[in-house]
């Protein structure tokens, strides 16, 4: 997904070591937000200490943590400062992203993703809030792979048919349907089980380029 983003090739100013340390802990703030949610008494506190013996081990052993491929270490930008990815649905150093996969960069652009109880809405089922970012976002990345620059969302209609699910499966899909100028628009569903759950619509504008020729903004 990286290859996306706006970076060059030079060495990033942390170690692997520190990378996957980073992602590793943001795995286990994953792993005690859904704890904290399911857990009470000694089964909480069970949890809890598990999670810190955990980050313990990985401080005192971070070479221990080198094999676990692919790592993403922050970028340099073409002005050598650090660029951290922090996109709050696919940065994997972000606990508040879910364990996602990308599945395809084609004319559609494909994640999926089964999510666990923090993105709770009604019982079972995801935060309609929720449904909206993995929307925008997966729209916003077909958006981004068609094209050269930063775009930002203008306009988003989700229309939700049925509940999308906790604890299954899901496919998140976006796909571009005309671009004009600075303008693209682009669709997309959320599918569980064969079924859309979710459907979305958009426009996603460029902006205005400045005086020196490059864009305002990302
Ligand atoms: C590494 C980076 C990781 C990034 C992750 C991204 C995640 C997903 C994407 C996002 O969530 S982005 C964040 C949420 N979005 C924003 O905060 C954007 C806030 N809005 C703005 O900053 C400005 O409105 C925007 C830059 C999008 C557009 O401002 P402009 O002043 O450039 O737009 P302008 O009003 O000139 O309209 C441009 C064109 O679109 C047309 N237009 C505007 N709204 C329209 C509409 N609703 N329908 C159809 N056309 C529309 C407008 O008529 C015009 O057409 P023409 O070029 O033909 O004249």
Same mark, same amino acid.
């Given at each position: 997904?990286?290859?996306?983003?706006?970076?060059?090739?030079?060495?990033?100013?942390?170690?692997?070591?520190?990378?996957?340390?980073?992602?590793?802990?943001?795995? !286990?703030?994953?792993?005690?937000?859904?704890?904290?949610?399911?857990?009470?008494?000694?089964? &909480?506190?069970?949890?809890?200490?598990?999670?810190?013996?955990?980050?313990?081990?990985?401080?005192?052993?971070?070479?221990?943590?080198?094999?676990?491929?692919?790592?993403? /270490? /922050?970028?340099?930008?073409?002005?050598?400062?650090?660029?951290?990815?922090?996109?709050?649905?696919?940065?994997?150093?972000?606990?508040?992203? /879910?364990?996602?996969?990308? !599945?395809?960069?084609?004319?559609?652009?494909?994640?999926?993703?089964?999510?666990?109880?923090?993105?709770?809405? /009604?019982?079972?089922?995801?935060?309609?809030?929720?449904?909206?970012? &993995?929307?925008?976002?997966?729209?916003?990345?077909?958006?981004?792979?068609?094209?050269?620059?930063?775009?930002?969302?203008?306009?988003?209609?989700?229309?939700?048919?049925?509940?999308?699910?906790?604890?299954?499966?899901?496919?998140? !899909?976006?796909?571009?349907?005309?671009?004009?100028?600075?303008?693209?628009?682009?669709?997309?569903?959320? !599918?569980?089980?064969?079924?859309?759950?979710?459907?979305?619509?958009?426009?996603?504008?460029?902006?205005?380029?400045?005086?020196?020729?490059?864009?305002?903004?990302?």
């Amino acid at each position: 997904m990286s290859d996306l983003l706006d970076v060059d090739s030079r060495p990033a100013p942390e170690s692997s070591e520190d990378s996957a340390l980073a992602e590793y802990v943001a795995e !286990v703030c994953r792993r005690l937000s859904a704890g904290l949610l399911r857990e009470t008494g000694d089964d &909480l506190r069970s949890v809890v200490a598990a999670e810190v013996r955990s980050v313990q081990w990985a401080l005192e052993d971070p070479a221990a943590l080198r094999d676990r491929v692919p790592v993403h /270490p /922050p970028r340099l930008d073409h002005r050598g400062r650090v660029r951290m990815f922090t996109n709050p649905v696919l940065s994997q150093r972000n606990p508040l992203a /879910p364990p996602l996969t990308h !599945v395809s960069d084609g004319d559609e652009c494909e994640f999926r993703v089964t999510l666990p109880l923090q993105y709770q809405g /009604p019982r079972n089922m995801l935060h309609g809030g929720y449904v909206g970012v &993995l929307l925008d976002d997966v729209l916003w990345y077909a958006v981004r792979h068609a094209s050269t620059g930063i775009s930002f969302t203008r306009e988003l209609t989700v229309t939700y048919e049925r509940p999308v699910p906790l604890f299954e499966e899901l496919r998140i !899909v976006g796909r571009v349907v005309e671009a004009e100028g600075r303008k693209t628009f682009a669709e997309g569903e959320i !599918v569980a089980g064969g079924q859309v759950c979710a459907r979305a619509t958009g426009l996603w504008i460029a902006p205005k380029p400045r005086r020196d020729g490059h864009g305002s903004a990302g």
